[in-house]
C-alpha cells in the first residue's frame, strides 16, 4: 500500500472511503510522464492531520466543508468548498478540516516528467490553496477517472492520466485574476523585450527560455497581442525601425539591414517592399 493511502486511512473517520490503487503493471503503460498511483475520495472527512510527508505529488480537490492548509509551519490557508490544493515531497503538512466540522475530498496521487512541465509553465504555486469554479464537467471528469483506475486496464489508466492532466489544466487555466494580470505582465514582458532587442538577431528559443515559457506558449503570447505569428511581428517591428532610420538618417540600406540583424540586404529590401509596398530606397527619397 502506498504511503498517500497509508496516511489517508490513518486520519478519516467510518464514514464512506473509495481508495483505488494502480492496479497494472508500469512497463505496459504507454504514458509514463505522468501516472496516477491512487485515487481516493473521503466522504464527510473529520480528522485533521498534522506533521504529515509524501513521497509523491498528489492533487487535492476539497469540494464540501470547510478548514485549513499549511506548509512548512508558514501560512495557514483557509479551505473552503471549491478549492485546490498540492501535496508534495519534502514538505511538512498540517490540514484537514475545522474542529467539530468536516470535509469532502477528492485525492490523486501522481507521479512523471509531466509534473515538471506543469510546475515551469503552468501558473501553479505548491503551498497555496486555489479557489476554483466548481462545476458539473470537473464531477463528470472525476467519476471517469475513478471508473478508468478500477478497470485495471493499462490503457484506462493510460486515459485516467491524460483526463486528469486535462481536468487540472482547465481550473488552472480557468483564472479571471491570473488571466488579467500575470498574463498581461507576462505579455507585456516579452512584447518590451523584443521591441529593445530590434538590433539583434532574433532567437525565439532563448527568448521563450529568458521569459520561462514553452515556445508554442511564446507564439500564442505573440499571437494573442498583436494578431500576427511570431515571425511576421519581428519582421513588421524590425520594418517600422528601419523606417525611421531611413528617414532620419542617411545610413547605407546594408548598413540598416545589417544592424536589424539581416545579413543579406536583398532579403531585407524585399521584407521591406512586402510590409510598406516601396523598395527602402524609393521609401527614403519619396517621404
Known amino acids: 500500500m502506498h504511503q498517500m493511502e497509508l496516511l489517508m486511512d490513518n486520519m478519516i473517520n467510518n464514514y464512506i472511503k473509495n481508495i483505488i490503487d494502480v492496479k497494472v503493471d508500469v512497463s505496459k503503460l504507454n504514458v509514463k510522464s505522468l501516472m496516477i ?19 509523491k505529488w498528489a ?35 498540517d490540514y484537514g478540516p475545522d474542529p467539530k466540522g468536516f470535509w469532502d475530498e477528492y485525492y490523486f496521487s501522481i507521479e512523471g516528467e509531466r509534473i515538471a512541465e506543469w510546475l515551469k509553465n503552468w501558473p501553479i504555486q505548491p503551498g ?21 483506475m478500477k478497470s485495471g486496464s493499462p490503457s484506462n489508466a493510460d486515459r485516467a492520466s491524460l483526463l486528469l492532466e486535462s481536468m487540472l489544466y482547465d481550473i488552472i487555466m480557468d483564472d479571471d485574476t491570473y488571466l488579467k ?14 521591441s529593445n532587442s530590434l538590433y539583434l538577431p532574433f532567437n525565439a528559443t532563448a527568448t521563450a527560455k529568458k521569459h520561462h515559457v514553452s515556445l508554442p506558449t ?4 505573440i499571437y494573442d497581442y498583436s494578431g500576427y505569428p511570431l515571425n511576421d511581428y519581428i519582421h513588421r517591428l524590425k520594418v517600422a ?6 528617414i532620419n538618417t ?11 540583424g539581416y545579413k543579406d540586404v536583398y532579403y531585407f529590401s524585399r521584407l521591406f517592399k512586402k510590409h510598406v509596398g516601396s523598395a527602402p530606397n524609393f521609401y527614403r527619397k519619396n517621404m
Open 37 to 55: 498511483s491512487t485515487v481516493g475520495y473521503l466522504h464527510y472527512r473529520t480528522m485533521p492531520r498534522y506533521n504529515a510527508h509524501f513521497s
Open 59 to 93: 492533487i487535492v480537490l476539497i469540494t464540501k466543508g470547510k478548514g485549513t492548509y499549511q506548509v512548512n509551519k508558514g501560512i495557514r490557508h483557509i479551505v473552503e468548498g471549491g478549492s485546490l490544493f498540492f501535496f508534495y515531497p519534502n514538505a511538512t503538512f
Open 128 to 148: 497555496t490553496v486555489k479557489k476554483i469554479r466548481e462545476c458539473e464537467a470537473q464531477l463528470n471528469k472525476i467519476d471517469r477517472i475513478f471508473m478508468l
Open 181 to 194: 494580470s500575470n498574463k498581461n505582465h507576462r505579455m507585456i514582458a516579452i512584447v518590451e523585450d523584443i
Open 218 to 221: 511564446l507564439r500564442r503570447i
Open 241 to 246: 525601425e528601419a523606417k525611421k532610420i531611413l
Open 250 to 260: 542617411e545610413l547605407p540600406i546594408k548598413n540598416i539591414s545589417e544592424a536589424l
